[in-house]
């Protein structure tokens, strides 16, 4: 267990939690601490409390020692010397001529240093300025940038409340908060009546959001039918902070608009629709099909042509089985020919056509062409001759010696 203290180093600041390092310390006592930038004077804000060590994030700092009052009279001349430093500070930025607005002054509490906040729409070239602060204040210059909920924060001032700021008088750090915060919570969207002084949303819309959020899914949605004392009727309007329902009744050629608490309403069942979707009676399949006479209408009266009929039907079966395994088959095989194809779409390509010069002549059918156009011999009796070409050649040189007799014939 360690004995901790809530200490704030500037006015309306973060809480820092320190080891009370076995000092006896209440509310409004002022210490001297040891920070991340060196020595500094704080005051204690949160009283002493036993806290579990696995609960703290490490390092946790000491305090060093209650503050004497030189060390309070220390801190007071470096207010004042803060408000020369920031006069100061304002004529120089007017005279470099660059876009930022200077907020705050802070001096270190051993003088080390000076810290100056300004806000500023984009990045800015401050080195000039930083050499002309150091020249006139002979330390360390340091320029910290912030937003404008920081700048509020510094300043100070009245929210459109009447009161304080939030963030000015007890809230240490910024939450995050949505324009659909002030949709939930059915407030105007102007700009100007949810905005805080910084410029945006306003911090006290993040208060009341995790109860709206909790008591609007209880509560019915708007334009649903619910049962009330006085009957049925419809939702109209819901008032999250009191729980309250508005239910719009019919009466008859007029209606009416009611409050009714959260509890006495609740919501209309929809009645089960009892009606049951009637299902088609399913046709039978063809092996299931009894066969049908030829003529529709006219009834089998002789029953050795109704068990013909019978008898017939598992040789037609074994028919239609034997058909339908060939269309399969055949299905199948298109199917693997397409396969084939996408896999290899080179092979289906076809060979190049080789064209020849009709007026060249062939070889080998130049014997066939003579034999056709040489006109048929015939003998004395009128029978006809077979000619040399019309023997079958026995090689490529009787082909040829046959061909040309022909000709010279």
Same mark, same amino acid.
């Given at each position: 267990m360690v004995n901790i203290v809530g200490i704030q180093l500037q006015k309306n600041g973060k809480i820092y939690y320190f080891d009370s390092n076995q000092?006896?310390?209440?509310?409004?006592?002022?210490?001297?601490?040891?920070?991340?930038?060196?020595?500094?004077?704080?005051?204690?804000?949160?009283?002493?409390?036993?806290?579990?060590?696995?609960s703290l994030t490490p390092p946790v700092r000491k305090i060093l020692r209650c503050a004497t009052d030189q060390d309070i009279l220390r801190g007071t001349e470096n207010r004042q010397k803060e408000q020369e430093a920031f006069q100061i500070c304002r004529k120089k930025i007017a005279e470099h001529q660059l876009d930022m607005k200077l907020v705050s002054v802070e001096y270190a509490f051993d003088g080390s240093k000076i810290l100056f906040y300004f806000t500023a729409n984009g990045r800015v070239d401050f080195r000039s300025l930083v050499k002309d602060l150091a020249s006139v204040f002979k330390m360390r210059i340091e320029l910290r940038q912030i937003g404008v909920r920081d700048e509020?924060?510094?300043?100070?001032g009245l929210g459109p409340c009447g009161r304080p700021i939030c963030c000015g008088s007890f809230l240490s750090e910024f939450q995050p908060v949505s324009i659909k915060m002030a949709k939930e919570q059915s407030l105007s969207l102007n700009p100007t009546k949810i905005s805080g002084v910084c410029g945006r949303l306003m911090c006290c819309l993040k208060y009341e959001q995790d109860h709206y959020e909790q008591t609007r899914k209880k509560m019915p949605k708007v334009g649903r039918e619910v049962n009330t004392p006085d009957g049925a009727g419809t939702v109209c309007d819901l008032?999250?902070?009191?729980?309250?329902?508005?239910?719009?009744?019919?009466?008859?050629?007029?209606?009416?608009?009611?409050?009714?608490p959260m509890e006495s309403i609740t919501p209309v069942q929809e009645p089960s629709s009892s009606r049951s979707r009637s299902v088609p009676a399913r046709k039978p399949s063809a092996e299931q099909e009894p066969d049908k006479p030829e003529?529709?209408?006219q009834d089998i009266a002789d029953p050795a042509a109704e068990s013909s009929v019978k008898e017939k039907t598992p040789a037609e079966k074994e028919n239609r089985t *034997?058909?339908?395994?060939?269309?399969?088959?055949?299905? /199948?095989? !298109?199917?693997?020919? @397409?396969?084939?194809?996408?896999?290899?779409?080179? *092979?289906q390509l076809g060979k190049p056509?080789?064209?020849? /010069?009709? !007026?060249?002549?062939? @070889?080998?059918?130049?014997?066939?062409?003579?034999?056709?156009?040489?006109?048929?011999?015939?003998?004395?009796?009128?029978?006809?001759?077979?000619?040399?070409?019309?023997?079958?050649?026995s090689s490529w040189a009787d082909a040829v010696e046959r061909a040309m007799n022909s000709i010279e014939e």
């Amino acid at each position: 267990m360690v004995n901790i203290v809530g200490i704030q180093l500037q006015k309306n600041g973060k809480i820092y939690y320190f080891d009370s390092n076995q000092l006896i310390l209440k509310p409004g006592d002022y210490v001297i601490a040891d920070t991340a930038r060196g020595q500094d004077l704080g005051e204690v804000v949160i009283g002493m409390r036993d806290v579990d060590e696995s609960s703290l994030t490490p390092p946790v700092r000491k305090i060093l020692r209650c503050a004497t009052d030189q060390d309070i009279l220390r801190g007071t001349e470096n207010r004042q010397k803060e408000q020369e430093a920031f006069q100061i500070c304002r004529k120089k930025i007017a005279e470099h001529q660059l876009d930022m607005k200077l907020v705050s002054v802070e001096y270190a509490f051993d003088g080390s240093k000076i810290l100056f906040y300004f806000t500023a729409n984009g990045r800015v070239d401050f080195r000039s300025l930083v050499k002309d602060l150091a020249s006139v204040f002979k330390m360390r210059i340091e320029l910290r940038q912030i937003g404008v909920r920081d700048e509020a924060k510094m300043l100070g001032g009245l929210g459109p409340c009447g009161r304080p700021i939030c963030c000015g008088s007890f809230l240490s750090e910024f939450q995050p908060v949505s324009i659909k915060m002030a949709k939930e919570q059915s407030l105007s969207l102007n700009p100007t009546k949810i905005s805080g002084v910084c410029g945006r949303l306003m911090c006290c819309l993040k208060y009341e959001q995790d109860h709206y959020e909790q008591t609007r899914k209880k509560m019915p949605k708007v334009g649903r039918e619910v049962n009330t004392p006085d009957g049925a009727g419809t939702v109209c309007d819901l008032n999250i902070v009191k729980e309250t329902v508005s239910v719009r009744i019919i009466n008859g050629d007029s209606s009416e608009i009611r409050d009714y608490p959260m509890e006495s309403i609740t919501p209309v069942q929809e009645p089960s629709s009892s009606r049951s979707r009637s299902v088609p009676a399913r046709k039978p399949s063809a092996e299931q099909e009894p066969d049908k006479p030829e003529q529709q209408g006219q009834d089998i009266a002789d029953p050795a042509a109704e068990s013909s009929v019978k008898e017939k039907t598992p040789a037609e079966k074994e028919n239609r089985t *034997s058909g339908e395994a060939k269309k399969e088959s055949s299905r /199948n095989e !298109n199917r693997r020919q @397409k396969n084939r194809s996408h896999s290899a779409p080179d *092979s289906q390509l076809g060979k190049p056509v080789r064209r020849e /010069n009709p !007026n060249k002549p062939r @070889k080998g059918h130049d014997a066939a062409s003579a034999a056709n156009t040489s006109p048929a011999k015939t003998d004395e009796s009128g029978k006809i001759v077979p000619s040399a070409a019309a023997k079958p050649a026995s090689s490529w040189a009787d082909a040829v010696e046959r061909a040309m007799n022909s000709i010279e014939e």
